[in-house]
């Protein structure tokens, strides 16, 4: 099989699966749901095959050469448009996040019952352009599947979300799409820029870095242009207040998509694109993007001590948690960004795992106020407990993601001895007694504690609810085997990273060899 036809099959498969799912009767649900599962599950398959593929051909000696690369000729005109495809460690660390987020958003979304073949249609077009995204080295297919994965969100949020969801929907998809106007201006730029003088022009990442053709000027204009771009899905300050909104009316599976998956675009985009490609302008103009992903990530974090709903506790928790990530990045050593990818491994499954919590608890309760849910603990063990392991990764318990993201960031971006570096590493290392005061707060008030709003008939539990002057009694039990499934899938990945962090840590670290060596 060429390396073409393999890794477009993380596109391919989505794209088949949407074909049965349109073929399959609306009223067939339980089709419909098996074969979302079965698909995933093939895409999880490949993405465990193609990390040990990439294990047993990765040489730590020659670590700038991206492998499995190919190409087809797309558009051979004036642009020279190529579907080019390539792998390194960061991508399979990715494209290996987002199948495990998949599979386990497809069994927390088993209960959806409205419409639910178009909801699995919309959420298989965002697959595609988050695969896709991952496996794209040139620069226009990659905008390309970058605009497909944002496009189903509006959809996703309008239709299928939660409260002010018109609004929070045309608020995401406006930001969104306003970054991704920046976004085209740069690749445009970096394309005009490609090569040198009477050579043809080309949007392939390695090739642009190999010929290093832009002048600091021309860098100076598209960096911002492209860092600002994929810093607005980054949720990157000031152009984050899209995030808390749409996760806060996302369904359960699309805000952990959202947060699991998506945002980590604009991070991988940020590191792929504008860093490695303009490093001259990336030295000079970090600075100010390290005060903006500094307010990012001690805003966002006390921003979710003052919040009462679970999920603008997530969202806001988010904010803080990617910040740290382009934070990291920006302080342009091998160390330090090292963690900023583990960083976005352990906080798109922390936040998939919040979310589907938060979902599968407000499904029972019809409420996410912290202040009306306590003592569910005595109600829902299962559930509690998971909380519990998603706070303790939040906050950075040794053995979990969390620890070894965070010592590997604080620790690596330390190794700047100049004072304006360090002021705001130690700014940032306050987050993590932030984000300690948000989790236990609210593991304190919902999981712990006398049973609120809560009564017992006979042996069963209900929730008590007021609307409009009617008591409603909602059933309350404890997690099925679907959610089970989708919570231990995250978990045992949670601890894995956790527990044995060396294999995929070392992986990242060789890849980004070569980058570390341009801001030298």
Known sequence: MSNLLFLSLFV???????????????????????????????????????????LGEYNPENPDQFLFTDSAEWYSGALNIHYSVGVDGVSVAMILLSAIVVITGVFASWSIEEKTKEYFLWFLMLSIGVFGFFISIDLFTMFLFYEVALIPMYLLIGLWGSGNKEYAAMKLTLMLMGGSAFLMLGIFGIYHYSAPQGQDLTFNIIEI???????IEEQRLFFPLTFVGFGVLGAMFPFHTWSPDGHASAPTAVSMLHAGVLMKLGGYGCFRVAMT???????????????????????????????????????YSSVSHCGLVLF????????????????????????????ALIGMIYGQTHTR???????????????????????????????????????????????HADTFHRFFVIAGCTSIVITAVYILRVVGKILFGPLYKVDKIQDTYFYVSEHNGEVHHNKLRDAVWFEKVATIGLIVS?????????????????SLKFVNELFK
């Open 12 to 54: 391919a498969v989505p794209l088949v699966m949407m074909v049965i799912l349109f073929l399959l009767p609306s009223d067939n649900k339980k089709a419909i749901r098996y074969t979302m599962a079965g698909g995933a599950a093939v895409i999880l398959a490949l993405a465990g095959y193609l990390t040990v593929d990439f």
């Open 209 to 215: 870095a190999k010929n290093h053709s832009m002048d």
């Open 277 to 315: 490609l303009m490093p001259d302008a990336c030295k000079e103009q970090a600075w100010i993007f390290i005060v903006l992903t500094g307010i990012s990530v001690v805003y966002g974090a006390f921003s979710a001590c003052v919040q009462n709903d679970l999920k603008y506790i997530n969202a």
């Open 328 to 355: 990291a990045l920006l302080m342009m050593n091998q160390e330090a960004m090292t963690g900023a990818v583990l960083q976005m491994l352990s906080h798109g499954l922390m936040t998939a795992l919040f979310f």
């Open 369 to 415: 106020d912290i202040r009306e849910l306590g003592g569910l603990m005595q109600v829902m063990p299962y559930l509690c407990v998971c909380y519990v392991i998603a706070g303790l990764a939040s906050l950075g318990l040794p053995g979990l993601s969390g620890f070894v993201a965070e010592m590997k960031i604080f620790v690596g971006s330390f190794k």
């Open 494 to 510: 949670i601890a894995a990273i956790g527990l044995c962090p060396g294999w995929i840590s070392n992986m990242i670290a060789g």
